[in-house]
């Protein structure tokens, strides 16, 4: 079965950390640019990270920089997102997102959802006091 697993969501007090893995099973995860999206209560889903499937180039939302890491392991077929310095603001479920797009629109297409072909079913990270 082809599919995507999120796992490594929770309950974390500000300023904690979390690791996020997205597992994939059924089709290799190398041949493929791995995003990370977030949805919170009444907002749109957005883009978080992003890398790709050529030279594991990586993106970030500017909000994220310099507290999250995505990472790659194609041994175990998993894409970490590193998550540091949480915040309030950074709760939501976080989905992760495969896609096929041209390494020439890496940049262009990491937020964009249409642009990814398959999705997991979401983690949840809430980050309270």
């Known amino acids: 079965q082809v599919q995507l697993v999120e796992s490594g969501g929770g309950l974390v007090h500000p300023g904690g950390s979390l690791r996020l893995s997205c597992t994939a099973s059924g089709f290799n995860l190398d041949y493929f640019s791995i995003g990370w999206f977030r949805q919170a209560p009444g907002k749109e889903r957005e883009g978080v990270s992003c890398?790709?499937?050529?030279?594991?180039?990586?993106y970030y939302e500017d909000s994220v920089k310099g507290r999250f890491i995505i990472s790659r392991d194609n041994i175990k077929n998993t894409v970490y997102l590193q998550m540091n310095g949480l915040k309030p603001e950074d709760t939501a479920v976080y989905y992760c997102?495969?896609?096929?797009?041209?390494?020439?629109?890496?940049?262009?297409?990491?937020?964009?959802?249409?642009?990814?072909?398959?999705w997991g079913q979401g983690t949840q990270v809430t980050v309270s006091s």
């Open positions: 890398i790709n499937n050529s030279d594991d180039s990586t």
């Open positions: 997102a495969a896609g096929s797009f041209a390494t020439s629109r890496f940049r262009a297409a990491s937020f964009l959802n249409y642009e990814y072909d398959l």
